[in-house]
């Protein structure tokens, strides 16, 4: 049988691929390893030497600024050299092959690969592939791969929660929105179960929930007001403008009147309930502007968590296990 | 050429036999069994003790890439899997690049199988031009030039209308005709089972109503044309029960699974390995266990490798942008073997499906060996490891979830119309 591909023969972090079947502990390391990066943004110099000399290249199949930024800039502040690959439009359009694509690149010295993909799986394929080939010293983190897995943002999630709530195991959480496509709701589930979160809720149409989704350990509810009644935590999704309007919703509004959050459903959640939202925000269409603007939002230290967060999870790769 | 397979244990569902009885081939046929006749003098005796002898292998679905997909396999290099696999005959579905709907085609890939001289190729014509689900082909043309049904092999045909039609047309000549039964809207997108694996790895789900809607459509649709379907590549259990209850309706309709339906689920998937993607899906276990169950009480009739090789460029990429597909030709016997010895079946019942019930399925006179009937034959030894690996697979396609497996039955040697096309290689 295949191992975890995630984890070396030590059990240790090898890979960052998916928040689900990672341990609790683990979990918990790369939370208390980000609680001093915190730190590090407040500092007058923002750097520490940890990966001096380490080749980071962000590979990114699928655009998206705002992460591979992140990622950049937590990159940086660890000293490592960083190399941006808009791979969306450059090689593989060209006929070359992902695999081809990582061979390259890991002939230029990498020492850690962070991917993007629109294809699940695509970076268990590359870990798969280094190791095959006996590159098992070059790491991988996944950045978001098709609707599998965002482990990062669940992880930046996990901080934010901890940060304002302390203990997992006495909160309510509810999930809101589009499910079916969403890999960063996938990557908040495992890690909210695996942290011990007694009730985890998953609210949305019938259409945005995927198959068995009860099978990962949520309660499914239709009706938002009754998901959010007495949760700590409400997490949002966004909604992709593609399903706004088809065979899965019948438009932005309905889905707003019915899914979207007002400070009129918030009230029916704990009283210091807050929400978080990966964004981009799609004001008016999953949260209102009073509510994403209000005082139980915390989507802009999730942002800043975020970077704090990913400099752990490479420091932990990349430094040997800082 | 005279041979005398000895010594062996005769399997032979259609005759009912299971003993240690010597063969006797003379001209391509079988002469006697049992006691030589009178004046046999044998220019070989094959050595079959401790082996089992069995009627030559029947696969109602192996694709040979010809013509046209040539880089993935060639003839050549699929029929001597085949034949190295213990398959003597195989059907092979039209999707082929030209499609399988202009006699030509037929002629040319009837022709070129002729020449190599190993298993026999029947093929099924298509029944749309190009697959399309459009227009329908020349069947009587097809059916001249060599096609012994017809089938859409993996492409549904959307518009209901023409597939009536098809269904009429094929019926006025009583030609059967072969459909994977998937909605092609429902399916749509789709690359795994839909459940909760799909759900955990975020790949796009293809429901069970998939299935169960289109066989629905297509019993229906058969009941009002008169016309003889067989449902291929049966993947759950509810789909079953709509056959099942069609039976005891009074319909005639045949069914068969793929072998690896039989053995793996959608948790086989595991991390992603693309090798388990498969038309139609892997499916939950329950639909695994009902398939094998249905399979040996006889409710489905037959099975096959559904053999489609793919190279390692349309494999390496993740799971959901890689071809679907699996070799089989190699792996339907061990794998045949493996099911009946879990299940605790009977050899001789086993074996039939992969012999004299896939011979009725498509309604050839073959998967016996019958006394004056075409000597193909397989001879194994059930209790020998088979490696499955890049190295002894001869099946251009090495992409199965089973590289790197042992399994048991090793084929010995394979006769097609009393000439010995494969023996395996000395083991060391």
């Known amino acids: 049988m295949a191992r975890n591909p995630q984890l070396n023969k030590h059990g240790e972090l090898q890979h960052l691929l998916t928040t689900e079947g990672l341990p609790r502990d683990v979990i918990t390391r790369i939370l208390d390893t980000a609680e001093p990066f915190a730190d ?23 655009n998206s600024t705002r992460t591979r930024t992140t990622f950049e800039i937590a990159a940086k502040r660890l000293s490592a050299d960083v190399i941006n690959l808009n791979i969306a439009t450059s090689s593989t359009n060209k006929g070359e092959t992902l695999l081809d694509t990582v061979d390259n690149l890991a002939a230029m010295q990498a020492d850690m690969f962070v991917v993007r993909h629109a294809s699940s799986g695509a970076p268990y394929l590359i870990a798969q592939h280094l190791e095959a080939t006996g590159r098992d010293h070059i790491h991988v983190v996944n950045a978001g791969d098709g609707r599998h897995a965002h482990p990062t943002q669940g992880l930046l999630d996990m901080y934010t929660i901890r940060h304002y709530k302390r203990d997992f195991t006495q909160l309510s959480v509810a999930v809101v929105g589009d499910i079916l496509h969403s890999r960063v709701a996938r990557s908040q589930i495992h890690a909210l179960s695996t942290l011990g979160v007694p009730d985890l809720r998953a609210v949305a149409p019938k259409t945005l929930l995927p198959q068995d989704i009860e099978r990962l350990g949520c309660r499914v509810f239709h009706d938002m007001r009754e998901g959010l009644r007495g949760v700590d935590v409400v997490m949002m999704l966004r909604l992709q403008n593609e399903r706004m309007q088809g065979s899965l919703l019948p438009s932005a509004q309905e889905y707003f009147k019915f899914f979207g959050l007002t400070e009129e459903k918030l009230a029916l959640a704990k ?10 925000m799609n004001r008016g269409v999953e949260i209102d502007s009073a509510v994403a603007d209000g005082r139980q939002a915390v989507i802009l230290p999730q942002v800043t968590f975020g970077i704090a967060v990913r400099m752990a999870v490479m420091a932990m790769l990349g430094g040997g296990n800082a | 050429m005279k041979i005398h397979i000895k010594g062996g244990r005769l399997i032979d569902p259609a005759q009912d036999i299971d003993a240690q009885t010597d063969v006797f081939i003379a001209a391509g046929k079988v002469v006697a069994l049992g006691a030589a006749p009178d004046g046999f003098h044998a220019n070989r005796v094959i050595d079959a003790a401790g082996h089992i002898v069995v009627p030559g292998l029947i696969d109602l679905c192996a694709r040979l890439r010809e013509p046209g997909l040539e880089y993935r ?17 195989l059907a092979c579905p039209p999707d082929t690049d030209p499609v399988l709907d202009e006699p030509g085609l037929v002629e040319m890939l009837k022709h070129r199988a002729r020449m190599l001289n190993l298993a026999h190729v029947y093929p099924h014509g298509a029944l749309t031009v190009g697959l399309k689900g459009e227009r329908l082909t020349e069947m009587g043309e097809l059916t001249d030039a060599g096609c012994i049904a017809f089938s859409q092999a993996n492409e549904p045909v959307d518009d209901t209308q023409v597939l009536f039609r098809a269904m009429q047309y094929a019926a006025t000549f009583g030609y059967t ?8 809207h429902l399916a749509a997108g789709g690359v ?9 790895l975020g790949l796009t789900g293809i429901p069970v109503l998939a299935e169960t809607l289109a066989i629905g459509r297509m019993l229906q649709l058969a009941r009002a044309t008169g016309c003889r379907l067989h449902l291929a590549r049966i993947s759950s259990r509810a789909g079953l029960m709509l056959i099942d209850q069609a039976r005891l309706d009074g319909m005639q309709v045949s069914c068969d699974v793929a072998i690896h339906a039989l053995h ?10 693309p090798q388990c993607r498969t038309v139609p899906p892997l499916r939950a276990q329950f639909d695994r266990e009902a398939l094998r169950a249905a399979l040996a009480d006889g409710r489905i009739d037959a099975l096959c490798s559904d053999h489609t090789p793919v190279d390692d460029d349309a494999k390496q990429v993740p799971f959901a942008e890689a071809e679907p597909g699996t070799t089989g030709l190699e792996l339907l016997l061990p794998l045949t073997l493996a099911w009946a010895r879990e299940m605790h079946l009977p050899l001789k019942l086993a074996l039939a499906r992969i012999t004299s019930d896939a011979a009725r399925v498509l309604g050839l006179n073959a998967g016996h060996l019958k006394v004056g009937g075409a000597a193909d034959v397989c001879i194994f030894d059930a209790d020998a490891p088979v490696r499955i690996s890049r190295e002894t697979l001869r099946s251009q396609g090495k992409n199965t979830p089973y590289l790197g497996r042992e399994l048991l039955g090793r084929v010995s040697a394979t006769l097609v119309s009393g000439q010995v096309v494969y023996e395996a290689p000395a083991r060391h």
């Open chain 1, 40 to 62: 590090v943004a407040e500092r007058e110099v923002k750097k520490v030497p940890l990966l001096r000399g380490k080749s980071v290249f962000n590979l990114f199949f699928e």
């Open chain 2, 177 to 184: 005709v072969w459909l994977q039964p998937t909605d092609l």
């Open chain 2, 73 to 89: 396999a060639t003839l050549e290099s699929e029929m001597a899997a085949a034949v190295a696999g213990g398959v003597t005959s």
């Open chain 1, 271 to 280: 009283p210091d309930a807050i929400v978080l939202h990966p964004g981009p």
């Open chain 2, 264 to 273: 793996l689920c959608d948790v086989d998937i595991g991390y992603f390995d």
């Open chain 2, 192 to 200: 795994a089972h839909e459940g909760e694996i799909a759900a955990r």
